[in-house]
């Protein structure tokens, strides 16, 4: 029933508790959390009434009214502190996570955890959550038609946020330390798109051009990744 970029925001949370899924859509992961036993309850929510009556639609064809509530909310607007011991923000942009996560801190900073998965500007997003407080817990990185998604399990701990470098902050601390796999696959196919983008720049003559810089740059850190991930 899940993606298999779903599957993997899923196995990052907590048993036990209240979850609170922002963005639920079809409310496919807030359901599977529920029947899996992940969560005792869940509360789906969006921000358009469209997707919302859909997820209504779903919970209701699942017989799981009683433990899931849905709310037209936008990001954590209508959830109060202290009501969920986890959060997915997951199938977003980047910086309008990060906007959700900063325009409630009393919320974001209450939960016990809360697993993210940016569709874009990951870097942005590990040097955010690190400036607001929030320390990366866990990670992960599934490949999934073509595309990788990166899964960040993260929590308000300002007291271990920690120290990053180029390349953990564009690549993942802990995807580094594990010698993840879909990472890896990743640094190949970045590095192999990199390599092309400086042969068209030395075709047009732009050999010591600012971008040709850029790439160059680009190219030492992945590979610093890639001998990290050895």
Request: charged letters at 30%.
């Amino acid at each position: 029933m899940l993606s298999e970029r779903l599957e993997a925001v899923l196995s990052q949370i907590t048993e036990g508790g209240v979850l609170a899924d922002v963005g639920t859509d079809h409310g496919y992961l807030a359901i599977e959390a529920v029947r899996r036993g992940k969560c005792i309850k869940a509360i789906a929510m969006d921000v358009n009434k469209g997707p919302l009556e859909r997820a209504g639609k779903h919970i209701k064809e699942s017989q799981m009214e009683h433990l899931i509530e849905t709310r037209l909310s936008d990001g954590f607007d209508k959830l109060k502190k202290g009501e969920a011991a986890s959060a997915v923000i997951a199938g977003m942009g980047g910086r309008l996570i990060c906007g959700i996560i900063e325009r409630n801190p009393d919320v974001s900073q209450g939960l016990k955890e809360l697993i993210i998965s940016p569709q874009s500007d990951i870097e942005y997003v590990r040097g955010r959550l690190r400036q607001l407080g929030f320390a990366v817990i866990d990670e992960d990185m599934v490949k999934e038609d073509g595309k990788y998604y990166v899964i960040i399990k993260t929590a308000y701990q300002p007291d271990k946020t920690g120290l990053c470098d180029e390349v953990t902050s564009a690549y993942g601390r802990k995807l580094i330390e594990k010698s993840h796999p879909v990472l890896k696959e990743y640094l190949r196919d970045e590095r192999a798109k990199l390599e092309g983008v400086l042969n068209e720049l030395e075709s047009a003559g732009k050999r010591g051009s600012e971008r040709y810089m850029q790439i160059m740059h680009k190219m030492g850190i992945n590979k610093k990744a890639q001998e990290m991930t050895d």
